[in-house]
Each structure stands twice: as structure tokens, then as C-alpha cells.
């Protein structure tokens, strides 16, 4: 659920699966999601039921480096749901969809890391330290309602 901070702005509730699977280096995640917006200033109220995706293939070249090729968007007002105002009733909506390669870096910091497995029974495993992953690609648009290109770059920090 999303609730944001702006006054008269509507909230949203975001659910679905994430689909993984991996063969080797290579690997595969399908995050797919239905939104549902709800609330809001009365008179931009839109209940509206959307459906995003965010796709992913990648293969791991090295411990550190990993090619991908990844896709996002967005098909808005799913069976023509909610009370579109006039700008969409004039213009129709604006379905978003981009793809393109990224590169990943990631750095493992082992200087850190703390021998947790003092209880194999339970199945527990050694903390490998700190990992960062950075990822920087270009996608591409795909249709007229979606920039030419957009850039996507990453920081995630596991601990």
C-alpha cells in the first residue's frame, strides 16, 4: 500500500508475484503486478486499475560483473477502469514501455564477515560480509508515449 505525502493525492495498493528461476549463470525474474488506485481529492478521483511489469534476464559473467537485459512498463486503465478526466478521455491513456542492456558491478567486502553457523542443525549459514551492486543501462523507448531513452542506474547494499 501507497500513501503519499501530498495532500489530495491518491493512494494505491500494489500486488502480484515475482517469478524467478536460474540455470547456471543465467537467470530469469518476471515481476508482475496489478495497481489499484483508490482515495484522493474527490475531484481527481480516479479508482483505476492498472498493470505493471518488470522483467529481467541476466547473465553472470564473472563473480563481479553481470550483463542483463531488462524491460519495464506500465498498461494503464485495465478494462477501461475508473473515471478518466478529460485530458484521457481526449488523448487516450499513456502506456509506457522501455527495454535495454545493463552491466552490474558487484564488490563483496569479506573483511567483516562473522562465522553465524554455530547451530548446523538449523540450517544456518556463514554472513558473507557487505555487498554492493551497481547497475547503470540505457533503455530504450518503445512506444510514442515513452521517452526515446531513459537511463537506469542501481545502488543496492546487502548486509
Given at each position: ?38 482515495g484522493g481529492d474527490p ?117
Amino acid at each position: 500500500v501507497e500513501h503519499p505525502l501530498e495532500t489530495g493525492s491518491a493512494n494505491s495498493v500494489v500486488f502480484g508475484p515475482i517469478i524467478e528461476a536460474q540455470y547456471g549463470p543465467w537467470s530469469a525474474v518476471a515481476n508482475l503486478t496489478l495497481v489499484h488506485f483508490f482515495g484522493g481529492d474527490p475531484d481527481e478521483r480516479d479508482p483505476k486499475w492498472d498493470f505493471a511489469y518488470a522483467p529481467q534476464i541476466k547473465y553472470d559473467a564473472t563473480e563481479n560483473w553481470a550483463f542483463a537485459l531488462e524491460a519495464y512498463g506500465t498498461v494503464d486503465r485495465l478494462g477501461n477502469s475508473g473515471t478518466p478526466d478529460e485530458t484521457r478521455v481526449l488523448f487516450g491513456d499513456f502506456d509506457q514501455h522501455r527495454m535495454g542492456p545493463l552491466i552490474y558491478y558487484t564488490y563483496r567486502s569479506e573483511n567483516n564477515a562473522i562465522d553465524i553457523d554455530t547451530d548446523a542443525e538449523f540450517g544456518e549459514e556463514k554472513d558473507e560480509g557487505t555487498t554492493v551492486t551497481i547497475g547503470v543501462g540505457l533503455l530504450a523507448g518503445l512506444n510514442q508515449n515513452t521517452p526515446e531513452a531513459t537511463l537506469k542506474w542501481s545502488v543496492e547494499v546487502e548486509f
